[in-house]
């Protein structure tokens, strides 16, 4: 039996039912985005999150084979784009907070070994640094935050469009979203969020 990709289907639907099948496609992707994105930002936030979604890597998998096969590239391919940069935003801030943080540490270490070396109390410099440290802690984090919030909030806003202009029914397509301060949706029992119409 051979599996059909969304492209093979869609080819073989006329022109009403190719929209909708579009437009379901969309939302289920766009579900599986905000569902993993919002895993991400709550396991920034510490919580333990046992989500596993192989959107990202399936992604990646279909650009190797330079395929983007999605719904999206039907419906609109620079949302893709969007959530690529947003999702690269948000790691760039993480990275460079493990940089900065490692070359606190590494000038406290220095200052620790100066002090042994020469007797005077050179550590305290390196010990001033920490309430840097602190700081660019929580500004990294809150960047990274933020990046995960704005793509999270963007998909919610274009799947309520997609199903609004298709006229899908919102039912069909709960959400899994860990964080409750996000517009445009309805929380349900067991973690699950439907679209406000």
Same mark, same amino acid.
């Given at each position: ?80 784009? #969007?959530? =690529?940069? @947003?999702?690269?935003?948000? %790691?760039?801030? !993480?990275?460079?907070? /493990? $940089?900065? +943080? ?53 998909? #919610?806003? =274009?799947? @309520?469009?997609?199903?609004? %202009?298709?006229? !899908?029914?919102?039912? /069909? $397509?709960? +959400? ?22």
């Amino acid at each position: 039996m051979k599996v059909k990709d969304s492209v093979e289907v869609a080819l073989e639907l006329n022109e009403k039912d190719l929209y909708s099948h579009i437009a379901h496609e969309s939302a289920e992707d766009m579900i599986r985005i905000i569902s993993s994105m919002d895993a991400e930002r709550a396991k920034l936030r510490g919580e333990v999150v046992y989500h596993q979604d192989d959107w990202d890597l399936l992604i990646r998998e279909r650009i190797r084979k330079g395929k983007r096969h999605t719904a999206f590239d039907f419906y609109n391919p620079i949302l893709l784009d #969007i959530w =690529e940069e @947003k999702v690269k935003e948000a %790691k760039k801030s !993480l990275r460079l907070l /493990k $940089y900065f +943080i490692a070359g606190i540490v590494g000038i406290l270490a220095v200052t620790a070994l100066l002090m042994v070396y020469t007797g005077y109390p050179i550590i305290i410099l390196g010990l001033g640094l920490l309430p840097l440290a602190l700081f660019a802690y929580d500004y990294f984090h809150a960047k990274a935050d933020l990046a995960y919030y704005e793509l999270v909030q963007f998909f #919610i806003y =274009e799947l @309520k469009e997609i199903i609004k %202009k298709f006229e !899908l029914d919102k039912s /069909k $397509y709960p +959400i899994k979203i860990y964080s409750r301060d996000y517009n445009g949706v309805e929380f349900k029992k067991g973690g699950k969020a439907l679209i406000k119409a």
